[in-house]
């Protein structure tokens, strides 16, 4: 089974847009997927009650009061995180995955707040051993801007972690998430650019360098 996390402690990143978006994206190539959200705001919950019966089917599990289980026969479980994480159980929650995704904001309060947050995460046992693996992506972001540019600068310099894509801003992820679906479900013709942008992040998840090593 494989492990997927979304994680920043900035809140409004994109940590349940790219985590429903796995989800969906997952189940669309007809692998069970969990979608298990250890957020007490529920977002993820609630985009999964928005879909309709006659989607794939992907399990919700709600981790926020602890206790949960995730059955093993699923291929995936994307898990969904709340803002705020950090101590004890940023380490909790580390020890959950494989792979660890950080979506990151074009603004320079996001920013700011990302850089002691990446290297936490980075000096976490388990990641400085290899044993979950991390990648950043940019998200909401208008190119010619210059705001961009300093994100992609600064996730550029991170090291240990590579920036592995940048999602644009636009209404899709909202239309999407109004229906409980992700942008691997909206018209082609609409949502091209978007799943162009998806691509590296699902190859990025289907290497080996987002897998623990030994
Ligand atoms: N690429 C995007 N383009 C446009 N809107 C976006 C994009 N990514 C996220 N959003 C919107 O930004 C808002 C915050 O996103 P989201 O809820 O995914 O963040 P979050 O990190 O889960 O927030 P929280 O910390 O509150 O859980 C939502 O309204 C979402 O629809
Ligand atoms: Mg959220």
Redesign the pocket.
Known sequence: MRSIMVL?S?????????ATNLASYYATQGRKVVLADF?P?S?SMEWLSARSSGRKSILGVDASAGNFRVPRSADYVIY?T??AVHGKQLNALLRRAQSIII?ILPSPIDMRAATPFIQKVLDNGRIARKECRVALIA??CRENTNVYHQLDTFLRKVRKAPFISV?????N??KA?ERGLGIFELAPYLARKDRDQWEPIIKWLASKRSMPTG
């Open positions: 920043n900035k809140g409004g990143s994109g940590k349940s847009t790219v957020d705001q977002s969904d709340p803002a979506p998200n909401r999602l644009r801003e636009t209404q992820y909202n998430a």
